[in-house]
């Protein structure tokens, strides 16, 4: 009797554990490295010299704290017949569902990028990089992007560490959501999934056929949730809103907001937006014949365009269930009609690196006024 008791309670313990711990296994090493685009950063010298198996736990890591799991610990070993395996404890033993099917959406990505080197169309300073270390349960959002740049992969280690997505994470701060939860508002699928030069766009642009398998079924991965409403998703840039046309047929303009199927029996809200980094370049004077007060009226324009997505990404984010075409009126009317002095100050504050008072007090000035009484962009819908 005693011995059946200490087995009782030997496998209440295990259960326990199953119950507190994900296990997945990754692969052998030869997959798990391609997939990590291991080595990260090295050229000779490793600018951080981490094995394979650090490098899967940094990610690895980062996903647990970013879908909200403080306490989580991630342990990766590798056994006697070279496979990666990962131990995730304080997480629920679903969550290794998720980052299996990342990693099995990104075999497509490596097939696509090999076809393309076989082509002759691989840059030498692009590498392979999967969208790691995002939140895998607990996401609000999704972002449709171009491509990471390279210093994400080879200096930060980090697929959120980028002027783009530091940019875009500021303004959902604007609207409301905390700084340490604008992770879970970010989760990124880039079309072409390639770590290349911020120059590198346009060379880009041959490239998405290669990759249509793995952008399918990403989109309705991240998007898609069973019993659950599908995630609203903001397409960032001309390509980016030119390959939802080609690739599920409504076309998306800026602040035009429509509706696709990643799966039969779903309907995924779509905002068209302008590229988080394109204000840089639209408030450049140098782009308009040296006129600071164009360049100024042509960000001030694109800043309302910019909260106006932003807070349809956080109103949407908070609740899926909402309306999305009145979210967007909602926000359209507060940045760029009723708070229209407020999105001028943000402009100045942090594309002008002025203090608050020098921001408000410039946008008093008349030529400024004059530039906020075209703000208001008209909203398109097509769902």
Same mark, same amino acid.
């Given at each position: 009797?005693?011995?059946?008791?200490?087995?009782?309670?030997?496998?209440? @313990?295990?259960?326990?554990? +199953?119950?507190?711990?994900?296990?997945?296994?990754?692969?052998?090493?030869?997959?798990?490295?391609?997939?990590?685009?291991?080595?990260?950063? $090295?050229?000779?010298? $490793?600018?951080?010299?981490?094995?394979?198996?650090?490098?899967?736990?940094?990610?690895?890591?980062?996903?647990?704290?970013?879908?909200?799991? !403080?306490?989580?610990?991630?342990?990766?070993?590798?056994?006697?017949?070279?496979?990666?395996?990962?131990?995730? %404890?304080?997480?629920?033993? =679903?969550?290794?569902?998720?980052?299996?099917?990342?990693?099995?959406?990104?075999?497509?990505?490596?097939?696509?990028?090999?076809? /393309?080197?076989?082509?002759?169309?691989?840059?030498?300073?692009?590498?392979?990089? /999967?969208?790691?270390?995002? !939140?895998?349960?607990?996401?609000? %959002?999704?972002?449709?992007?171009?491509?990471?740049?390279?210093?994400?992969?080879?200096?930060?280690?980090?697929?959120?560490?980028?002027?783009?997505?530091?940019?875009?994470?500021?303004?959902?701060?604007?609207?409301?959501?905390?700084?340490?939860?604008?992770?879970?508002?970010?989760?990124?699928?880039?079309?072409?999934?390639?770590?290349?030069?911020? =120059?590198?766009?346009?060379?880009?642009?041959?490239?998405? =056929?290669?990759? %249509?398998?793995?952008?399918?079924?990403? +989109?309705?991965?991240?998007?898609?949730?069973?019993? @659950?409403?599908?995630?609203?998703?903001? &397409?960032?840039?001309?390509?980016?809103?030119?390959?939802? #046309?080609? #690739?599920?047929?409504?076309?998306?303009? +800026?602040?035009?907001?429509?509706?696709?199927?990643?799966?039969?029996?779903?309907?995924?809200?779509?905002?068209?937006?302008?590229?988080? =980094?394109?204000?840089?370049? &639209?408030? *450049?004077?140098?782009?308009?014949?040296?006129?600071? *007060?164009?360049?100024?009226?042509?960000?001030?324009?694109?800043?309302? #365009?910019?909260?106006? !997505?932003?807070?349809?990404?956080?109103?949407?984010?908070?609740?899926?269930? &909402?309306? @999305?075409?009145?979210?967007?009126?909602? $926000? !359209?009317?507060?940045?760029?009609?009723?708070?229209?002095?407020?999105?001028?100050?943000?402009?100045?504050?942090? /594309?002008?690196?002025?203090?608050?008072?020098?921001?408000? &007090?410039? $946008?008093?000035?008349?030529?400024?006024?004059?530039?906020?009484?075209? /703000?208001?962009?008209? +909203?398109?819908?097509?769902?």
């Amino acid at each position: 009797m005693h011995k059946l008791a200490v087995s009782a309670l030997a496998a209440l @313990a295990f259960s326990g554990l +199953v119950q507190a711990d994900a296990r997945i296994d990754l692969g052998d090493a030869q997959r798990v490295t391609r997939l990590f685009a291991f080595p990260n950063n $090295c050229h000779v010298i $490793c600018f951080r010299d981490w094995t394979l198996e650090q490098t899967v736990e940094h990610y690895l890591t980062q996903s647990v704290r970013r879908d909200g799991y !403080a306490n989580a610990q991630v342990q990766v070993s590798r056994n006697s017949d070279d496979h990666v395996q990962a131990l995730i %404890s304080d997480v629920p033993p =679903s969550y290794a569902e998720p980052l299996r099917q990342l990693l099995d959406s990104g075999e497509l990505a490596y097939q696509g990028a090999t076809r /393309l080197n076989k082509d002759g169309k691989w840059a030498y300073d692009w590498y392979l990089f /999967l969208p790691l270390g995002m !939140a895998l349960e607990n996401r609000r %959002s999704i972002e449709l992007l171009h491509f990471p740049p390279d210093y994400s992969l080879t200096q930060a280690q980090d697929y959120l560490r980028s002027n783009t997505t530091d940019r875009w994470a500021q303004l959902l701060t604007f609207n409301g959501i905390d700084a340490s939860q604008t992770p879970a508002y970010q989760t990124i699928v880039d079309i072409a999934p390639i770590a290349a030069p911020a =120059s590198a766009g346009k060379d880009l642009e041959g490239t998405y =056929s290669y990759f %249509s398998d793995y952008q399918t079924r990403m +989109v309705k991965q991240m998007t898609v949730r069973q019993g @659950a409403q599908p995630l609203p998703m903001v &397409a960032f840039g001309a390509p980016v809103r030119s390959w939802i #046309q080609q #690739q599920y047929g409504p076309k998306v303009n +800026v602040l035009g907001l429509v509706s696709i199927s990643p799966q039969a029996g779903s309907q995924v809200p779509v905002l068209g937006a302008n590229h988080p =980094s394109a204000i840089w370049y &639209a408030a *450049d004077k140098n782009n308009t014949g040296g006129d600071q *007060d164009k360049a100024d009226a042509a960000g001030l324009k694109m800043m309302g #365009q910019d909260l106006t !997505a932003a807070c349809w990404q956080a109103g949407m984010g908070r609740n899926p269930n &909402a309306d @999305a075409k009145l979210t967007l009126e909602a $926000c !359209a009317t507060k940045w760029q009609v009723t708070q229209k002095k407020q999105t001028c100050e943000l402009f100045y504050r942090t /594309l002008r690196d002025m203090t608050p008072a020098q921001a408000a &007090a410039k $946008c008093n000035t008349g030529s400024v006024t004059r530039s906020l009484r075209d /703000l208001r962009r008209p +909203v398109e819908v097509e769902l």
